[in-house]
């Protein structure tokens, strides 16, 4: 198990009322596995995924990466250094290159990463499908995919083995959702990390090795 | 790709917005600069201008008050003459350095030829005329030495035993001695001559005289004339002083208290009307005293006023050198309070413009921001990425305007004190009782808009500050919220 929460409650205080977005929310994640979280636009998907990339913090429950509180670790240490988190709007720093904006994670991690970090950073890109004459453009001359793309690098830079995605697809056309979705399944099954995407699409739902459908505040399986 | 790289290469990845912020600052900062630049050159100017006036204060009568009184009243009031007591009491106020007080009475000799510099055919010798001024002094050392008005060059000053004996020494100027072949340790004499005057036919004859012998102890050279030769316009007019000066001789006052006083009685004796007019009058009414106090510094003159004011006699007031500096001052200070508006005005818009640049420029970044958040980058060092960017700005402009603003404080000081200069009296001279000789030039002399380290540590210091300050408030607004809220 690297990642669980336990007992999460998020809520909006609506007057004298509390509107709760997760109730008693509980959720289990392990390595080598790409999971989707469905649910309908405004069911609480962002914040579920703002709560285990520690973005925020939830009113009560906790969640442990490693069987270790994250507020423990820390949560700056913790988004530093034990995940990636990738976004829909792509959120890459525009006046820097694409290479730059993959070496930015890997200036602030503190773990350990090989020497040579820019042929590092190439090297990743061109993996995930950026050549080196456009990884060296400013990221706001890139296409959509290609940002994408960009941030997936950014994410995987320090080397971490929990990648968070907040409906990664949600500004990309079909044929591109499917590149960016094989993406993520090469690195749960090929490289054992433990990817957790969130989306309302249920083809990507699909692809994946668990699912969870979020409605009402309560987390269940979707088979 | 740390902070600090990031913080660099925001700034020139984003020449635009540098720019702009750049000219804010530097336009601002012109001003400002430009206006503290003003404002510390006339204060700079009134130190110097009061430092060269010097510390010296008398009391005179007031004739501003005097003749705003009726005739009738005139008439009904009994001026007071200051006392030595009273002199003695202000000499004793922690503000004065030494004092004197001083009578003095014109006199004439035989045998003594006076020092008539280079206008010497333009004057007929007829007989003895009063061409010497005997001036009392009641400090030993002469606080005309002391001042810088003259130098002993030969001899030596009085002592206090002379000064409370009246005894008969005196110390005259070089050139008088040249001229006389005079050395220290002769003597020589004047006369003190008592006329009737007949006020229909006009005549004049001699009623009385006696001689004077005086042993001269020390010989001055003149010191104030020196430093204006240069300035040679208005020579003609330092010549006249210079002579009065070389033909001052130094005695004790009690000499020439005795002399006045010999005069008084043998006119009284010539004169039965003046004598019964003068019937019952003190003798002490001879002792019309001229003090003069040295204050520690020019900056105690207004204090030194305020305290020896209500011990005045009615009709008396405080003249201090520096009292010349607001008469003289004029252009300055215009420029002074002009300037101190634009200061004014010009920190309240940079205060409000640079914070509205920067905080324009930050809810552009505020999305960046919480991606270095989002990426675990500290707050700390958030901060520090867009200060870099926000100060390394700042410090450029800053730095340029410090010149510009210097240029322009100099250009606008240049046209506005010539604008200035000839609307105002030309060259009016100054003299007063306290005898320092300023035109408004010499103030416009020591007019200089210049940069002095103080200043620009300063200026460095308040500029940055402001602009840390309008950044770091709105910075830490932002950062302070969870990564989530700010890229919401
Ligand atoms: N600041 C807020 N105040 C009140 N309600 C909010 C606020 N932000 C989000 N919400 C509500 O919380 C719910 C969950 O939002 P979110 O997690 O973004 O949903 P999703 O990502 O599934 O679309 C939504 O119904 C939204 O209206
Ligand atoms: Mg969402």
């Given at each position: 198990m690297i990642l669980e929460a336990k007992d999460l409650n998020y809520y909006y205080q609506d007057g004298e009322q509390r509107r709760y977005i997760l109730k008693d929310t509980s959720v289990s994640f392990e390595k080598g596995k790409f999971y989707t979280i469905l649910g309908q636009s405004g069911s609480g998907k962002t914040t579920l995924l703002s709560l285990l990339s520690a973005l925020d913090s939830p009113h009560s429950g906790e969640v442990l990466f490693n069987q270790e509180d994250i507020k423990k670790i820390g949560y700056e240490k913790y988004r530093r250094n034990n995940i990636g988190i990738i976004f829909q709007n792509y959120?890459?720093?525009?006046?820097?290159?694409a290479v730059e904006n993959v070496l930015i994670p890997m200036s602030i991690t503190e773990n350990e990463l090989p020497e040579d970090s820019k042929t590092v950073a190439y090297n990743l890109l061109d993996y995930i499908g950026i050549v080196k004459n456009k990884a060296d453009?400013?990221?706001?001359?890139?296409s959509g995919g290609e940002q994408q793309r960009v941030a997936i690098a950014r994410a995987l830079a320090t080397n971490v083995e929990l990648i968070l995605a907040d409906?990664?697809?949600?500004?990309?056309?079909e044929e591109m959702e499917q590149e960016i979705i094989d993406i993520f399944k090469k690195l749960a099954h090929e490289h054992g990390k433990c990817v957790i995407v969130v989306t309302h699409s249920n083809e990507i739902a699909l692809q994946s090795d668990q699912a969870f459908l979020l409605k009402k505040g309560v987390l269940a399986s979707y088979e | 790709m740390n902070f600090i790289k990031r913080g660099f290469l925001g700034i020139t990845r984003k020449k635009g917005k540098s720019l702009i912020l750049l000219a804010v600052i530097l336009i601002l900062g012109s001003l400002i600069s430009g206006a503290i630049s003003i404002q510390q050159a006339t204060s700079n100017v009134e130190k110097s201008v009061k430092e060269r006036l010097g510390a010296a204060a008398t009391l005179e009568l007031d004739w501003e008050e005097y003749d705003k009184l009726s005739e009738e009243e005139m008439m009904n009031v009994e001026l007071e003459n200051i006392g030595v007591d009273l002199i003695k009491q202000i000499g004793g106020?922690?503000?004065?350095?030494y004092y004197d007080y001083s009578v003095s009475t014109m006199l004439g000799s035989e045998s003594l030829e006076a020092y008539r510099g280079?206008?010497?055919?333009d004057f007929i010798h007829e007989?003895?005329?009063?061409?010497?001024t005997l001036k009392g002094i009641n400090y030993a050392p002469v606080l005309d030495f002391e001042e810088q008005k003259g130098k002993l060059v030969d001899g030596r000053v009085f002592t206090q035993e002379e000064v409370d004996n009246g005894t008969s020494v005196a110390v005259i100027s070089k050139k008088l001695a040249e001229k006389n072949n005079l050395n220290v340790g002769d003597t020589f004499t004047f006369v003190n001559v008592v006329y009737t005057y007949?006020?229909?036919?006009?005549e004049e004859d001699i009623a009385a005289s006696r001689d004077v012998v005086l042993e001269v102890i020390g010989l001055f050279e003149s010191q104030f004339i020196k430093e204006d030769?240069?300035?040679?316009?208005d020579g003609g007019m330092m010549d006249w002083m210079d002579m009065d000066y070389q033909n001052t001789v130094y005695v004790p006052n009690e000499i020439v208290l005795n002399e006045n006083k010999y005069q008084f009685e043998e006119y009284m004796k010539t004169d039965e009307e003046y004598a019964e007019m003068m019937e019952?009058?003190?003798?002490?009414?001879?002792?019309y005293y001229t003090p003069m106090f040295v204050l520690?510094?020019?900056?105690d003159s207004e204090a030194f006023e305020e305290e020896v004011l209500p011990l005045l006699p009615d009709y008396y007031t405080v003249v201090s050198a520096t009292d010349q500096y607001d008469s003289i001052a004029g252009p300055m200070e215009s420029m002074s309070k002009l300037s101190k508006y634009v200061l004014i005005a010009a920190v309240i818009a940079t205060v409000l413009i640079t914070g509205l640049v920067v905080l324009l420029f930050l809810r552009d970044r505020k999305r960046e921001l919480g991606i270095y958040l989002s990426l675990g980058e500290s707050r700390g060092r958030v901060v520090g990425q867009i200060l870099i960017e926000v100060m390394v700005v700042a410090f450029i402009g800053i730095t340029l305007s410090l010149f510009s603003g210097n240029f322009i404080a100099s250009q606008v000081s240049d046209t506005m004190m010539k604008a200035d200069n000839n609307t105002s009296n030309e060259d009016v001279y100054y003299y007063s009782e306290l005898q320092i000789n300023l035109t408004t030039d010499d103030v416009m002399d020591s007019y200089e808009v210049s940069l002095n380290s103080s200043y620009i540590l300063v200026f460095y210091g308040i500029g940055l500050l402001t602009i840390l300050i309008s950044t770091v408030i709105p910075l830490v607004y932002i950062v302070r919220l969870n990564p989530k809220k700010i890229l919401m």
């Amino acid at each position: 198990m690297i990642l669980e929460a336990k007992d999460l409650n998020y809520y909006y205080q609506d007057g004298e009322q509390r509107r709760y977005i997760l109730k008693d929310t509980s959720v289990s994640f392990e390595k080598g596995k790409f999971y989707t979280i469905l649910g309908q636009s405004g069911s609480g998907k962002t914040t579920l995924l703002s709560l285990l990339s520690a973005l925020d913090s939830p009113h009560s429950g906790e969640v442990l990466f490693n069987q270790e509180d994250i507020k423990k670790i820390g949560y700056e240490k913790y988004r530093r250094n034990n995940i990636g988190i990738i976004f829909q709007n792509y959120n890459l720093i525009p006046t820097f290159t694409a290479v730059e904006n993959v070496l930015i994670p890997m200036s602030i991690t503190e773990n350990e990463l090989p020497e040579d970090s820019k042929t590092v950073a190439y090297n990743l890109l061109d993996y995930i499908g950026i050549v080196k004459n456009k990884a060296d453009r400013p990221v706001n001359k890139l296409s959509g995919g290609e940002q994408q793309r960009v941030a997936i690098a950014r994410a995987l830079a320090t080397n971490v083995e929990l990648i968070l995605a907040d409906e990664p697809t949600g500004n990309l056309d079909e044929e591109m959702e499917q590149e960016i979705i094989d993406i993520f399944k090469k690195l749960a099954h090929e490289h054992g990390k433990c990817v957790i995407v969130v989306t309302h699409s249920n083809e990507i739902a699909l692809q994946s090795d668990q699912a969870f459908l979020l409605k009402k505040g309560v987390l269940a399986s979707y088979e | 790709m740390n902070f600090i790289k990031r913080g660099f290469l925001g700034i020139t990845r984003k020449k635009g917005k540098s720019l702009i912020l750049l000219a804010v600052i530097l336009i601002l900062g012109s001003l400002i600069s430009g206006a503290i630049s003003i404002q510390q050159a006339t204060s700079n100017v009134e130190k110097s201008v009061k430092e060269r006036l010097g510390a010296a204060a008398t009391l005179e009568l007031d004739w501003e008050e005097y003749d705003k009184l009726s005739e009738e009243e005139m008439m009904n009031v009994e001026l007071e003459n200051i006392g030595v007591d009273l002199i003695k009491q202000i000499g004793g106020l922690s503000y004065v350095k030494y004092y004197d007080y001083s009578v003095s009475t014109m006199l004439g000799s035989e045998s003594l030829e006076a020092y008539r510099g280079e206008m010497e055919e333009d004057f007929i010798h007829e007989g003895p005329s009063m061409d010497f001024t005997l001036k009392g002094i009641n400090y030993a050392p002469v606080l005309d030495f002391e001042e810088q008005k003259g130098k002993l060059v030969d001899g030596r000053v009085f002592t206090q035993e002379e000064v409370d004996n009246g005894t008969s020494v005196a110390v005259i100027s070089k050139k008088l001695a040249e001229k006389n072949n005079l050395n220290v340790g002769d003597t020589f004499t004047f006369v003190n001559v008592v006329y009737t005057y007949d006020e229909e036919t006009g005549e004049e004859d001699i009623a009385a005289s006696r001689d004077v012998v005086l042993e001269v102890i020390g010989l001055f050279e003149s010191q104030f004339i020196k430093e204006d030769a240069e300035t040679a316009s208005d020579g003609g007019m330092m010549d006249w002083m210079d002579m009065d000066y070389q033909n001052t001789v130094y005695v004790p006052n009690e000499i020439v208290l005795n002399e006045n006083k010999y005069q008084f009685e043998e006119y009284m004796k010539t004169d039965e009307e003046y004598a019964e007019m003068m019937e019952g009058e003190e003798e002490a009414s001879f002792e019309y005293y001229t003090p003069m106090f040295v204050l520690n510094s020019p900056e105690d003159s207004e204090a030194f006023e305020e305290e020896v004011l209500p011990l005045l006699p009615d009709y008396y007031t405080v003249v201090s050198a520096t009292d010349q500096y607001d008469s003289i001052a004029g252009p300055m200070e215009s420029m002074s309070k002009l300037s101190k508006y634009v200061l004014i005005a010009a920190v309240i818009a940079t205060v409000l413009i640079t914070g509205l640049v920067v905080l324009l420029f930050l809810r552009d970044r505020k999305r960046e921001l919480g991606i270095y958040l989002s990426l675990g980058e500290s707050r700390g060092r958030v901060v520090g990425q867009i200060l870099i960017e926000v100060m390394v700005v700042a410090f450029i402009g800053i730095t340029l305007s410090l010149f510009s603003g210097n240029f322009i404080a100099s250009q606008v000081s240049d046209t506005m004190m010539k604008a200035d200069n000839n609307t105002s009296n030309e060259d009016v001279y100054y003299y007063s009782e306290l005898q320092i000789n300023l035109t408004t030039d010499d103030v416009m002399d020591s007019y200089e808009v210049s940069l002095n380290s103080s200043y620009i540590l300063v200026f460095y210091g308040i500029g940055l500050l402001t602009i840390l300050i309008s950044t770091v408030i709105p910075l830490v607004y932002i950062v302070r919220l969870n990564p989530k809220k700010i890229l919401m």
